[in-house]
């Protein structure tokens, strides 16, 4: 390890995701791996012709794009309040956070609320590896709770965590609803 990064860091193990792709079969393998939260199905040919013709012809590649995803937004928050029979301003394009993948958007949370000494995590293990990682790494605290042989968070320990937790306190609580 270098001497100039910090020492918790070495003791970190890098998650590594299941291989996958190399069948190219458009069947799903005998096996999903769902802790890897990916599908077992390859996008339909339609579809990936229909993307490729839009970046050919539509996207401007030497261009950012949107970086506030303002057209994403309002289309996610129009489709939540239709399917969910919602009134119109219940929610809004303020209401959605977009990111490149769920380790931004757990970055994105974990600076706005904990880092530098303002938070602490609490997951209920066994969990997503990257919620404990991102917060290693971002030195927020990483508080830990069992779960039940049915798979079920112990509310009353959650609790009990959140209560006892104070220096820093948990600020944000990763529920993984499978």
Same mark, same amino acid.
């Given at each position: ?10 003791? #970190?193990? =890098?998650?590594?995701?299941?291989? $996958? ?5 458009? /069947?799903? @393998? %005998? ?27 539509? #996207?401007? =590649?030497?261009?950012?794009?949107? $970086? ?5 937004? /309002?289309? @996610? %928050? ?45 997951? %209920? ?54």
């Amino acid at each position: 390890m270098l001497p100039f990064l910090r020492s918790d860091l070495a003791q #970190l193990i =890098a998650y590594t995701p299941h291989p $996958g792709g190399e069948s190219g079969s458009a /069947e799903p @393998i %005998a096996i999903d791996h769902l802790d890897t939260n990916e599908c077992p199905y390859d996008l339909p040919d339609e579809l990936k012709q229909k993307l490729a013709w839009q970046f050919q012809h539509e #996207l401007e =590649a030497n261009r950012y794009p949107d $970086g506030a995803h303002g057209a994403l937004k /309002e289309a @996610i %928050a129009q489709y939540v309040t239709e399917s969910a029979q919602l009134d119109k301003n219940e929610i809004t394009a303020a209401n959605i956070s977009v990111s490149n993948g769920s380790d931004e958007l757990i970055r994105s949370i974990l600076i706005a609320a904990c880092i530098g000494g303002n938070g602490a995590i609490l997951v %209920a293990q066994p969990t997503f590896s990257m919620y404990a990682i991102t917060a290693k790494t971002l030195g927020v605290p990483v508080v830990t709770i069992d779960r039940s042989p049915e798979f079920e968070m112990d509310l009353d320990a959650a609790q009990q965590a959140i209560d006892s937790t104070q220096n820093p306190p948990i600020r944000v609580v990763f529920v993984v609803h499978a």
